[in-house]
């Protein structure tokens, strides 16, 4: 009777184990882990430069935000990128770079008067974007996306800045990437 008992509790293990197994195959067959709701018909993508029009300007933010738009796109689809006729066109500017302090810290006096020194720094990129679904073209879309980074102002800024601007970077791509490939 205890072998039986065994043998029983086996067998509705292993029920247990195939079940959970063929709804995670089943699962996995409906759901893309990678999020990406783009539609089978879309092969190719053409990201073009994105100009630094900003006043202020960093040389090389042009370069850096429209390779790094690229290796997005180019390394989390299966788009491919095109030259002629892309099934997804995305191009745009930056339209703002910016760093002002956030916070005020105390104030030194000198014969020239009160000097107040800020404790932390926000660098703000804005960048203007247009997008072309060639697919589905209700899809298409021209957004304005800005984020910031904040740091303590005793930090050299020419040590630190083009971490923060990867930082911003990241996280503008980011929801670029969401709103065109994510389409939640």
């Not at 703002?96 to 956030?102: E, G, H, K, S």
């Amino acid at each position: 009777m205890v072998r039986s008992q065994k043998s029983k509790a086996r067998i509705q293990k292993r029920i247990v184990f195939f079940s959970l197994f063929s709804l995670l195959l089943i699962l996995t067959n409906c759901y893309s882990f990678s999020g990406s709701s783009l539609s089978p018909e879309m092969k190719t993508v053409k990201i073009n430069t994105f100009p630094n029009n900003a006043a202020n300007n960093l040389p090389s933010l042009s370069q850096d935000f429209t390779v790094a738009l690229q290796n997005r796109f180019l390394q989390r689809t299966t788009l491919k990128g095109a030259v002629d006729k892309p099934d997804l066109l995305i191009e745009g500017e930056i339209t703002d770079y910016n760093i002002t302090p956030t916070s005020v810290g105390a104030a030194t006096t000198t014969n020239t008067g009160n000097i107040v020194q800020a404790q932390q720094n926000k660098l703000t990129i804005t960048v203007k974007v247009h997008y072309e679904n060639n697919i589905d073209p209700k899809l298409s879309f021209d957004k304005t996306y800005s984020d910031e980074a904040v740091f303590n102002s005793d930090l050299d800024l020419n040590t630190i800045e083009t971490a923060q601007v990867k930082i911003v970077n990241e996280r503008i791509i980011n929801k670029i990437f969401n709103d065109i490939v994510a389409n939640w």
